[in-house]
């Protein structure tokens, strides 16, 4: 019967200042495998180094009868701890779930908070009109199921920035209440039909799974579309998709945080 457990993790140490250079995780007998480095890598220098010192680098098991994802967990831990001192090319299997190096000086999303700051592309058309979306608090997406299931994603404490296609960016807000069937959606205790809408079209298949959904949104800042904030020259980020993050886009956000006069990290922190 196989063993599901008999992997390790192990370290190499340099004899000649006992610094840990590598770690790596195998089965048998995978840590001797790396002696007979003769590659041009920098654990293949420092192993070159050491036995021209007329030295053995130091070879130890750190920890032992594990399964294969445990190590794989374990030699990820051990590489992100002493990540800037070690050879290894790879950063290990579960190199998403660490945070970055030289990044405590920063709040990042999914380690200080769980919610993240989201591009919405409003849409506007036939079905939804930003200036309903702006006066009665909420984004709206539907008449398919690919177009209202990335709205239901959102989560409420995220902060969303609103898209206005041929016109830019025109508010920013954080989700109050996840998005539901317009029917069931509530402004002010009031249901949307009994509110004047600009665009009455948004009831159009209601009663089936295409109905719109509605996203019940503290806007922050927002500005008609003819204000709408937008610069050619500046890179700025857009897409086609209905929602996306832009945790990664650092112009656009600091493009937005100048025009809106907002502080994106002080709206994901208040709560």
Known sequence: MKKDNEYYVYVYIDPRNFEEFYYGKGKGNRKEAHLRDDSDTEK???????EKAEEDPIV???????????????????IWKLGRNLTN???GKFADKFRPHDTFHQRLFGFDYQNG?????????????????RKYEFLSAGQGKQYSDP??????????????KKYGYVGIGKVVEKAI??????YKNQSLHQIPLTCRDMFVNSDNEKSEYVLKVEW??????KDAKWS???????????KASLQNQKKTLTFLEKEFNVKFESLLLDH
């Open 44 to 50: 293949g220098k420092i192993i070159k180094a050491i």
């Open 60 to 78: 130890k098991v750190i920890a032992k009868n594990l399964t294969e994802q445990e190590a794989f967990l374990v030699e990820k831990t051990l």
């Open 89 to 91: 090319i790879s950063s």
């Open 117 to 133: 700051i989201y591009y919405v592309n409003i849409g506007e058309g036939k079905n939804r009109s930003w200036k309903d979306c």
């Open 151 to 164: 709205l239901k994603t959102l989560e409420i404490g995220d902060v969303i920035v609103a898209y206005l």
């Open 181 to 186: 069937r317009i029917n069931n959606f509530r």
């Open 220 to 225: 922050i800042e927002s500005v008609e579309k």
């Open 232 to 242: 050619k020259k500046s890179d700025m980020f857009t897409t086609p998709l209905i």
